[in-house]
Structure formats: structure tokens, C-alpha cells
């Protein structure tokens, strides 16, 4: 990749995936079949659209958005039918070679969960609007993980790592004395 961006020109596109539970949705910016990680991604042309992907210095989390025009009526049937919500959608950036459909390198520009997607029906076709935030806003997300003996016991059947940490709780140490010796 950094060759590529070094060169005189260069071709970048991007590749969305979006994992739904039938199957994926492939496609990327450019036209024809392009195969990337050993998936095949079918071209949209100008019909994909992806919004600006944010980062800063601060681990914040930004969301994305991809639009998809006019595809055929499979990608429609998913917006219609399947449960997206909260499965993973990523969009690469790469370079390809020459103007042709051989990849010189991508990278994971955004990896998040699907969260809403808008359809707006036109006589032309379905224009598909899908919303994916960062993988980041799971970090801020409360885990029901508490760290006692039943919680551990109940993922680790007869794990006694935590048996003993609430009668530490109350036990009194004598730290940097000798306990025959008056305080």
C-alpha cells in the first residue's frame, strides 16, 4: 500500500461487507467482480457511496454510513427480511493495480456493527442506506461480569481462582511489621 501511494497515480476504491446471517452482501466502488481476502465483491460503480470515516487522537466513537443504489432485488430482499442489527460490517480501503481489477494491498478502514437502515423505493429502483457505529462503543457497553465465586463457577465449572477473595475481604494483613511485636 504505501508503494501505491507513493506512485504518480493512484486507484483506491473501497469494499463493504456486510454480514448478514443468510449470507454476506460483497461489494465494492469499482465495476466487474474483484476478490479481496479470498471473497468475491461485486461491482457498483458510483452506485455505492460511503460517508467520511472519522478518527482522531482521542478513542472516540464514530459512526459510518454506506449507501447502495439501485442493486438487485437479493441485497433488497436482506434489508427486507433479515435481522441486521448488531451484525459486523466492515469496508476496506484498497489500491488496485493498473486500472484493472487486481488488488496491490487494502487495509480495514471501518469495522462496526450494523445498527439501522433506511430503504427509500423509487420507480428507478431501492436506494439501501445503512448506519454502522465503531466497534469502540462496545468498550463503554456495562458487561453483567461481577467477579465472585458463583460468576466464575458458572463459566469455569470448578474453578476456585475466586473462592477465597471474600474472606480476603475481611482479613486483616500486617504489612511491614512483625505481628509478636506491639504497634
Do not use: C
Amino acid at each position: 500500500i504505501v508503494a501505491r501511494l507513493g506512485a504518480d497515480t493512484a486507484e483506491p476504491f473501497f469494499a463493504v461487507k456486510a454480514e448478514f446471517d443468510t449470507d454476506d452482501v460483497l461489494v465494492w466502488s469499482g465495476s466487474g467482480d474483484l476478490t479481496l481476502n479470498s471473497e468475491t465483491y461485486a461491482g457498483a460503480g458510483a452506485l455505492l457511496t460511503v460517508s467520511r470515516i472519522d478518527e482522531d487522537s482521542e478513542i472516540t466513537s464514530n459512526g459510518v454510513a454506506v449507501g447502495l443504489a439501485y442493486m438487485d432485488k437479493t441485497v433488497l430482499n436482506y434489508a427486507l427480511v433479515e435481522n441486521y442489527q448488531n451484525r459486523m460490517g466492515t469496508i476496506f480501503l484498497g489500491f488496485s493495480m493498473g486500472g484493472g481489477n487486481e488488488v496491490a494491498g487494502s487495509v480495514t478502514a471501518f469495522k462496526g456493527r450494523m445498527q439501522s437502515m433506511k430503504i427509500a423505493d423509487t420507480p428507478d429502483g431501492a436506494m439501501i442506506n445503512l448506519t454502522a457505529e465503531s466497534r469502540l462503543n462496545d468498550l463503554t457497553r456495562p458487561r453483567g461480569y461481577r467477579y465472585t465465586n458463583d460468576a466464575q463457577d458458572h463459566l469455569f465449572s470448578g474453578d476456585k481462582g475466586l473462592a477465597f477473595v471474600q474472606t480476603l475481604q475481611e482479613q486483616q494483613i500486617l504489612w511491614g511489621r512483625s505481628s509478636g511485636l506491639p504497634s
